[in-house]
């Protein structure tokens, strides 16, 4: 095993010469004395091929046979092939088996289909398969961008705590722990306490974990996700939309450019995904309503939706289809968002909101709002929303000490894996999901 060692996907630098791949079996096919091995190692797959005359015979026989998923270092020359999926194949000369999955217990996820249940039992072995891996991929590029997006444009990472004392997003959704002799809950959302730190800094965001006991079992939702989250100092709700939809194009544009290959690996359409570019049409709430209703009389919605309700998932899926880019919907009735928005001046039953919908039915990835300035008025929330005002003071505070107008959103990743791979369900884009009956493994 005397060559250099590559990676599948750097293979192409070696051309022609001998080099060592480290990985697994991912696939074998036998045709007399020829062998097709297939080899991953987390940046691709290659065909190899075992020549019976060309290897030693106790390489020849450690390939036959050899279970899929054992795990080996293959040595061999590599040669372009255009039929070849990444290009290349590789002409095997040794082959060193570092273990061998057991012919008695082989590898129990084989090629052919599986159910959801199954691989989702499954899943710490699930995400060895070559779409799961690409949509990590893209997962990771998506984080990146969306740091890279903040980093670039002056704004401070901020890190709020996962231990909180009170609600963000609502009552019904906490996770309660015990911490000593107090009641704490799993972080909803940073938003609070990055609104303390936008006052210390200007532009800050967070990055992190964020938990709701969703007892509702959708493919949009899970109990623990990772949100990014803005929050500026002296924005209004037209910068925050402005600023959304900058974020949203930057994701998108990246992944065409760094993860084209794993996007069609996944099935993706990404024609779907080169128009995504800004501006993102606004429409009011009250537009949204109108749009609904009219749908409803074209026999195109089952349900009448009534002004004043929060928009529902067929709602919003129908929306969203009637743009070829994300919407941003603006100004929702108070009543349904939480507790902390500014009320529109024009017409105070309305909150300085918006929620961005991604196109093809996927929903909500972004929500967000101007933040209320009014000491007084956020008191009287507070209460009105039952919350302790104990756990609140210092939220409070930093509505007497300089007050100024300011916004924040937050974007939920898992959403937007899901919208940019094209996925079914949220379950695919982390990479160990938490939902309502799903804790293990
Ligand atoms: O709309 P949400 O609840 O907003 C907030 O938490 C604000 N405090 C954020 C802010 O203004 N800083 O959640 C924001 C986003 C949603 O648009 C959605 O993408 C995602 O987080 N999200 C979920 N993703 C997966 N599973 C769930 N249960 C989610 N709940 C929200
Ligand atoms: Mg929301």
Avoid at 87 to 115: A, C, F, T
Wanted: hydrophobic residues 40%.
């Amino acid at each position: 095993m005397g060559s250099p060692v590559s990676t599948i996907a750097e293979v192409g630098k070696h051309e022609g010469q001998s080099v060592s791949i480290r990985g697994w079996l991912y696939n074998l096919r036998e045709s007399g004395k020829l062998l097709f091995p297939q080899f991953r190692d987390g940046t691709g797959v290659i065909q190899g091929v075992v020549a019976k005359n060309a290897v030693p015979a106790e390489v020849f026989d450690a390939v036959k046979g050899l279970s899929q998923e054992s795990s080996v270092i293959a040595e061999g020359k590599v040669r372009a092939d255009k039929r070849a999926p990444g290009g290349y194949e590789l002409d095997v000369s040794n082959v060193q088996v570092i273990q061998r999955v057991p012919e008695s217990d082989p590898y129990p996820i084989s090629l052919k289909e599986h159910g959801v249940d199954f691989l989702m039992e499954h899943r710490h072995l699930w995400v060895r398969s070559p779409r799961q891996a690409a949509i990590l991929r893209i997962r990771a590029e998506i984080i990146k961008a969306a740091r890279d997006f903040f980093d670039g444009r002056g704004f401070v990472l901020t890190d709020p705590p996962i231990l909180t004392p009170a609600a963000c997003e609502g009552t019904t959704t906490l996770f309660p722990v015990d911490y000593f002799d107090e009641q704490a809950f799993l972080t909803q959302s940073g938003q609070l306490y990055i609104e303390a730190t936008a006052m210390a800094l200007g532009k800050v965001y967070s990055f992190g974990p964020t938990f709701r006991a969703e007892k509702s079992k959708t493919r949009r939702h899970l109990t623990e996700f990772w949100m990014v989250e803005p929050e500026v100092a002296f924005a209004d709700l037209d910068d925050l939309m402005e600023l959304a939809e900058g974020l949203v194009s930057f994701v998108v544009k990246r992944c065409l450019e760094k993860r084209r290959a794993d996007l069609q690996m996944t099935g993706r359409d990404v024609s779907k995904l080169e128009t995504v570019q800004p501006p993102f049409p606004r429409i009011s709430y009250d537009d949204a309503v109108k749009m609904l209703q009219e749908a409803h009389k074209k026999g195109a919605l089952e349900s009448n939706f009534e002004w004043g309700g929060d928009l529902g998932s067929p709602d919003e899926t129908y929306i969203s289809s009637q743009f070829d880019r994300p919407v941003m919907v603006h100004r929702y009735p108070a009543k349904v968002k939480a507790f902390y928005m500014e009320p529109d001046p024009q017409r105070p039953e309305l909150a300085l909101c918006v929620d961005v919908l991604a196109p093809e039915g996927y929903g909500e990835i972004i929500g967000g709002s101007q933040r209320m300035a009014s000491y007084d008025l956020l008191l009287q929330r507070i209460h009105e929303h039952g919350l302790p005002e104990e756990a609140f003071k210092w939220y409070l505070d930093l509505r007497k000490y300089g007050s100024v107008p300011h916004s924040g959103f937050g974007m939920g990743i898992e959403r937007v894996v899901a919208w940019i791979c094209g996925l079914e369900h949220v379950r695919e884009t982390i990479p160990f999901p938490r939902m309502l009956y799903r804790l293990y493994p």
